[in-house]
């Protein structure tokens, strides 16, 4: 199930805030809870992925305090990964956090659009879900990341980002040779 965080105030047209419903929160943020779901399931299965994942899209403030809390890191991330235990895993995967702010901000700097940017932040977090790790596993998930981006028709992804590996050509998705 993927979920707005609860408090979902936008700006007006007049430059004041305004409460709004679940319904017209996805609306203003131009995404569909279905179409993410459906991609979310798209690459559980391509993946791998057994289980449930419930996501919370939310503010980097949200993000920033979880990732204090649960890693020590006093810092906004895009995306946060949490596994279930194994003994429930084949029921429930695990939860995803993914900062709408954050992903709005990459989106823009890579040229693409927030949806795009919200599925590539998925498909790191279901990996993530799997147990890889990118910082510890010597280009394992990068190489996973790189092929199931390619698979999924996804823009360059955030280890092909922060290694420099990205190649784009005439807006098709990326795909990385290793």
Do not use: C
């Not at 929160?25 to 279905?34: P, Q, V, Y």
């Not at 920033?64 to 890191?73: P, Q, T, V, Y």
């Not at 279930?84 to 900062?99: K, Q, T």
């Not at 702010?101 to 799997?130: C, F, K, N």
């Amino acid at each position: 199930m993927i979920t707005l965080e609860p408090r979902r105030e936008f700006a007006t047209k007049d430059g004041k805030r305004a409460v709004v419903s679940d319904a017209t929160a996805w609306k203003t943020l131009g995404l569909s809870r279905a179409g993410l779901t459906r991609y979310l399931r798209a690459a559980q299965k391509a993946a791998g992925l057994q289980g449930e994942v419930d996501v919370l899209l939310a503010g980097d403030r949200t993000l920033r305090r979880l990732n204090r809390e649960f890693r020590g890191k006093d810092k906004a991330t895009d995306v946060l990964s949490f596994p279930s235990p194994a003994e429930v895993a084949g029921e429930h995967a695990g939860d995803l956090a993914i900062s709408i702010e954050t992903a709005r901000r990459q989106a823009r700097e890579h040229g693409h659009t927030l949806r795009d940017e919200l599925r590539i932040l998925l498909l790191h977090g279901v990996l993530h879900l799997l147990g890889m790790d990118h910082e510890t596993d010597g280009g394992t998930m990068a190489l996973r990341e790189s092929r199931l981006r390619a698979r999924l028709r996804l823009p360059d992804g955030l280890i092909a980002r922060a290694s420099g590996a990205t190649t784009k050509a005439k807006g098709r998705p990326s795909r990385v040779r290793t």
